[in-house]
């Protein structure tokens, strides 16, 4: 496969292009998490309590610069901030499900038990 720039970057194949966008350890659980409700960044953070604050506030600003995610601010005091998924950020549910499914499937292969 031929090499190709974006935004500056140079990527060697597709895979790696969408991994710049879903890839990581956070970004495809947040993406998960949003599919079904908008939620508010307490909200992700106590659903996904392993996440620093940093990382999470990072990966809510990269999710939404890539239009995966939305981020709607009301004037309110203090500041309500809610976060919902775009039609683009639904496109990678599929990826997001097979990799789930994969990976519970890999955990039985080494008998680790998932709740």
């Given at each position: 496969m031929p090499e190709f720039k974006h935004d500056g970057k140079l990527y060697y194949n597709?895979?790696?292009?969408?991994?710049?966008?879903?890839?990581?350890?956070?970004?495809?659980?947040?993406l998960w998490r949003l599919r079904t409700k908008t939620m508010r960044y307490g909200e992700l953070k106590k659903d996904i309590p392993h996440i620093t604050h940093k990382m999470l506030s990072t990966q809510l600003k990269d999710l939404?610069?890539?239009?995966?995610?939305?981020?709607?601010?009301?004037?309110?005091?203090?500041?309500?901030?809610?976060?919902?998924?775009?039609?683009?950020?639904?496109?990678?549910?599929?990826?997001?499900?097979?990799?789930?499914?994969?990976?519970k499937k890999l955990m039985g292969t080494y008998e680790i038990e998932y709740p």
């Open positions: 597709p895979i790696e292009f969408a991994l710049s966008h879903i890839g990581g350890t956070w970004k495809m659980p947040i939404e610069a890539h239009g995966l995610i939305q981020r709607e601010v009301y004037a309110e005091v203090p500041p309500k901030v809610e976060y919902s998924i775009t039609e683009k950020g639904k496109e990678a549910l599929p990826v997001v499900e097979m990799l789930i499914n994969y990976g």
